[in-house]
């Protein structure tokens, strides 16, 4: 049994969260490339794990939401966004621009875990989501992410009457570094004078500096993230002083005048603190703000929605928190 594995049930993980673990460590096995410093086929082995653990936990997204493809101009090039559009009215309608995690180096749209939890968030909660396939370090360290978001934002604003959407009724969303680039984007979109709905943030990185943190101290192994924050820091901002900016929202001074939140954090997450205190922040700094740790779960075991009932509940949360946005703003707007 790997340490981790053993780890997480002396912590008390419930069985689902187990049985996703044991899993993973039998699928990773058979993939060495997972541990290579050859960024491109390090992705081609965690797409492999990540779509092989997407069959057998994260249950399948309506087949009935449209999925589009769009190429988006950037200040850098171009980058993929995939709209996911629920049947229903023409418009105008909510939209959610969202963030996929993996540590900002790892991840893509394509992933079959993310195609079926945005199908099925687009559906639960009435919204159109737009999910940006922001570029990755190390390759494209800090800020590269972050500007994408903030282009993708603009394109969507931009485009906003072509799809139907209300631009004064965009939000933002993401998990784990998804979540970190979520809250940036809202922060600069502030600042630049755009207002956005909401904010829906999953386990975020909301501090790249946790290793002071009760959860990290004693989570980190439960999550192999122990040998892995110094590593995944480095490759996001590169060297030592040369990121300027603030790199996560903890780094933000003014958290004001941001958008209604909603924060999920897990129990047994390295990052359950820092999303916790981001959470804090946000309400002292006059954000209306909704917080729920869900129990006995892992930094990302929110995805097993085809074994787990905590993660239904997960999902479920968003779900209706996003509806609420939505049925909101068309009640002010109306």
């Known amino acids: 049994m790997p340490d981790y594995l053993r780890l997480a049930r002396l912590a008390g993980c419930d069985q689902p969260v187990l049985n996703w673990l044991a899993a993973a460590a039998e699928i990773a096995a058979g993939l060495s490339d997972l ?116 282009d993708a934002l603009s394109w969507l604003l931009d485009q906003a009457s072509d799809f139907g959407i209300d631009p004064a009724r965009i939000g933002v969303g993401g998990g784990s570094a998804g979540g970190n680039l979520a809250a940036l984007v809202a922060v600069h979109a502030r600042d630049q004078g755009i207002r956005l709905d909401h904010q829906v943030l999953e386990v975020p990185a909301a501090d790249l500096h946790i290793e002071d943190d009760e959860s990290y101290r004693d989570y980190c192994e439960l999550n192999d993230l122990g040998g892995e924050l110094a590593a995944l820091r480095t490759a996001y901002l590169g060297a030592p002083g040369t990121a300027g900016g603030w790199p996560a929202p903890a780094d933000v001074p003014d958290l004001t005048d941001l958008p209604p939140a909603l924060v999920i954090t897990a129990e047994f997450d390295p990052l359950r603190d820092c999303g916790t205190a981001y959470a804090a922040r946000l309400a002292a700094a006059g954000v209306p703000v909704r917080t729920w740790c869900a129990p006995r779960q892992l930094h990302g075991s929110g995805a097993l929605t085809a074994t787990s009932p905590v993660a239904r509940e997960w999902q479920r949360r968003i779900g209706t928190f996003l509806r609420s946005r939505s049925a909101a703003a068309a009640a002010t707007s109306s």
């Open 35 to 150: 541990r290579t410093s050859d960024w491109p086929r390090r992705r081609a082995a965690a797409l492999e794990l990540s779509d092989a653990l997407a069959r057998r936990f994260t249950a399948p997204g309506p087949a009935d939401c449209r999925v589009s493809e769009y190429r988006v101009p950037t200040r850098s090039g171009q980058i993929t966004v995939v709209h996911y559009r629920p049947p229903g009215r023409d418009g105008p309608r909510t939209a959610h621009l969202g963030f996929h995690g993996g540590g900002f180096v790892l991840g893509s749209v394509h992933e079959s875990i993310n195609d079926r939890l945005w199908r099925t968030r687009a559906m639960a909660g009435g919204v159109d989501i737009f999910d940006v396939d922001y570029r990755l370090a190390p390759e494209h360290p800090f800020p590269a992410a972050v500007e994408d978001g903030l």
